[in-house]
């Protein structure tokens, strides 16, 4: 499944591109067929492997996880965003989102969040999306603010300290 936005193309990552992911760039760059950064996510291949290990337990899965922007102009692989699983119960999704430094400040977050938040409210079953950010302003609480969210709560959390909780509500 691809997501289209004007600048990007967001593909999702199935076993076999997260598979790919995992080996390294030059697997991936074939995968994607598209140019991967030597340094691409600041996610950690940890949490590759975690969305792997899920999609492999349950087909549900699929299509709830990882998304890998393509910026479309220079078909380059520029950060990485997507779901972390499928709809609750409650029909709530959480996302997240990164971009690579050199294409920061161009709106492109946005675009991707924005993408990913169209993708999800199509599911009929998603009624609410939900983010979570450091606890202070930051480029990821802008994001989500241009994008509809609102703060609804705080977490003490014991590794990254404040954490605040954001929630967008289908309309």
């Known amino acids: 499944m691809i997501i289209e936005t004007e600048n990007l193309r967001l593909i999702s990552c199935d076993l076999e591109i997260l598979e790919a992911a995992i080996q390294g760039n030059e697997m991936l760059s074939k995968k994607i067929q598209s140019i991967v950064p030597e340094y691409w996510t600041e996610f950690g291949l940890g949490a590759f492997q975690y969305s792997l290990e899920r999609l492999k ?19 380059r692989l520029i950060g990485s965003g997507g779901y972390k699983g499928k ?78 909780r954001w929630e967008l509500t289908k309309k």
Not at 57 to 75: A, Q, T, V
Not at 121 to 143: E, Y
């Open 87 to 164: 709809p609750t119960h409650d029909g709530v999704v959480e996302l997240g989102y990164e971009i690579i430094p050199d294409y920061r400040n161009r709106g492109l977050a946005t675009e991707m969040t924005n993408g990913l938040i169209e993708n999800a409210f199509k599911d009929s079953r998603v009624k609410s999306i939900i983010a979570h950010t450091l606890g202070q302003k930051n480029p990821s609480v802008s994001v989500l603010m241009k994008c509809g969210f609102k703060k609804v709560g705080e977490i003490d959390d014991p590794e990254d300290g404040l954490i605040w």
């Open 57 to 75: 337990e349950s087909e549900e899965e699929r299509n709830w996880w990882g998304y890998f922007p393509i910026h479309k102009l220079d078909n």
